[in-house]
């Protein structure tokens, strides 16, 4: 059993509209979203032990603030972080080929990214067995620092294709309130 978190960087801020949109910050929502992201995580035991996140500013700074609360303060954290400007404004398509090229040894994996491409993803990997009110709410709407949970009852993440994971949870902000 393998398990894939995909989570959507947090909330930016665009009120510098001399920044790229590859370099625009959190806002102060994005950065009191992210702990609190994390802090279920680490309540539901979701610490992964490989993490893909964009390079993009916004996104690193969700990673540095869901580290802490996620594997609380322990020096050990993620066996492996690795940040990727592949993953910026990736597609769907994009997406499960980084995760259908992550090696063997990593049962657990946390992407963080960007809309359209995390969102449509969540969607195209979501199975039958998926629980049918998680998968609904994640239809409507996938907004900043949401994060969906998949089980994926594979060998090797080269199997990883559309339509055989279980989505098992969806947390927003919204929805910890």
Not at 40 to 57: D, I, K, Q, T, W
Not at 81 to 86: H, I, Q
Not at 121 to 140: H, K, V, Y
Request: hydrophobic share 40%.
């Amino acid at each position: 059993m393998r398990s894939l978190h995909l989570l959507r960087h947090a909330k930016s801020d665009w009120s510098d509209p001399s920044l790229r949109d590859f370099d625009r910050p959190l806002n102060k929502r994005g950065r009191k979203a992210a702990p609190r992201i994390a802090a279920e995580m680490r309540e539901f035991g979701l610490a992964p032990e490989l993490v893909l996140c964009s390079s993009a500013v916004r996104a690193r700074q969700t990673w540095d603030l869901l580290a802490g609360p996620l594997y609380g303060g322990d020096e050990s954290g993620p066996q492996e972080v690795r940040f990727s400007r592949s993953l910026y404004l990736a597609s769907p398509a994009k997406l499960l080929e980084l995760i259908q090229h992550v090696e063997s040894g990593f049962s657990s994996l946390l992407i963080i990214g960007h809309n359209p491409g995390m969102e449509h993803l969540a969607d195209q990997l979501a199975g039958p067995e998926s629980d049918p009110l998680l998968l609904q709410t994640l239809r409507e709407k996938y907004p900043t620092a949401a994060l969906a949970c998949f089980e994926l009852d594979i060998a090797e993440w080269s199997q990883v294709m559309p339509g055989q994971a279980k989505l098992v949870r969806f947390l927003t902000p919204r929805s910890l309130d």
